[in-house]
């Protein structure tokens, strides 16, 4: 069930409530690709930063360990013990930009394992049966994530073949969902908006998959080349099309400021590999805009990442050790580093819904953007 506490203009304060707990929105989910975040994180420092969900990947799981290995052991959240939500992506956006070698009919794409090689084929059915498998809380349909400067007819095409395989996703799902041994009888289903930066495609699909009634709606095909204000004008003409009593999620995004703006237009999900990855690079962010701990000026520097943050390493350790262990390479400067990111996305998050709570939330964005656009000094 999806319940909206509060709005402030389009932006949505609400809660989802799942079989794995509620999820309270605005939120991030932190990436976990294959059951788990990089820069050695472990489950118990996800709910010691404030993680709600964690999102892991179809495609990757299927070709290692396998989803039938997963299955055996009890499904995802038995497998990397957490017992909070888990949103798996479809596979269909790694199946289009891994697959070097792939062919796209219309049962699905046959493609080879960047792994090993070998040929693989997944389409809406197999998707489902994986996600199914892997027992996540959210399952997303299977899409093709077309590129944003594709021409306007193979976006055409390819949308109107998404929806078809979106109705094939939602069959299939249902069909799983009644099986005696399937580990999430409870196991909701997202559908995926596309249509590259064609307004109208992008709208003429939302009307579409939201006359479905899913458990909630996705705008993809979005941070893939195009610019920022390109993003926002999707975002802007798109959003009011989607069911307003459903979860609305923007895939792949983003930097903090992208969140900002995604939240006024109306976005309750995101998730992005930025901060871990910015993380395990010694770029962090500040409430006063990013750092780079590799600069020769934090060698003597005895303060935290940024004063007053309650993340693990600034409760402990100052930059200029922090810097040592990235420029010595030692693995727990990366991890250091990625959770101070991730904690600073959770706790602006927090922050984000509890700025919607008081009505605040635009004043809130106004001098959160001023801080972000420093430089990350004092």
Known sequence: ?????????????????????????????NVGTVAAIKGAVATSDLEQIGTQVELCNTYHLHVRPGDDVIKKMGGLHRFMSWDRPILTDSGGFQVFSLAKLR???????????????RMIFMGPEESMQIQSNLASTIAMAFDECAPSR?????????????TRWLLRCRQEMKRLNSLDDTINPHQLLFGINQGAVYEDIRIEHARRISELELDGYAVGGLAVGE???????????????????????????????????????GVDFFDCVYPSRNGRHGHL???????????????????????????????????????????????LGLRLCVL??????NTMMTEIRDALDRGSFAAYKKKKLDGLNGDGQE
């Open 1 to 29: 069930m999806y319940e909206i506490i509060k709005t402030e203009g389009r932006a949505k304060r609400a809660r989802l409530h799942t079989v794995h707990g509620v999820i309270e929105t605005p939120v991030f989910m």
């Open 103 to 117: 062919k796209i009919r219309e049962d699905g794409v046959s493609f080879r394992s960047h792994i090993d090689g």
């Open 150 to 162: 594709a021409d306007r007819a193979y976006v055409q095409a390819s949308v109107e073949r998404t």
């Open 227 to 265: 610019t920022h204000e390109e993003m926002y004008h999707i975002l802007d003409v798109t959003v009011p099309y989607l069911p307003k009593d459903r979860p609305t999620y923007l895939m792949g995004v983003g930097t903090p400021a992208n969140i900002l703006e995604g939240v006024e237009r």
């Open 285 to 331: 962010y500040t409430n006063r805009g990013k750092i780079n701990l590799f600069n020769a000026k934090y060698e003597l520097d005895d303060r935290p990442i940024e004063e007053g943050c309650g993340c693990p390493a600034c409760r402990r350790y100052s930059r200029a050790y922090i810097r040592h262990l990235l420029k010595a390479k030692e693995m």
């Open 340 to 345: 101070h990111n991730l904690y600073f996305y």
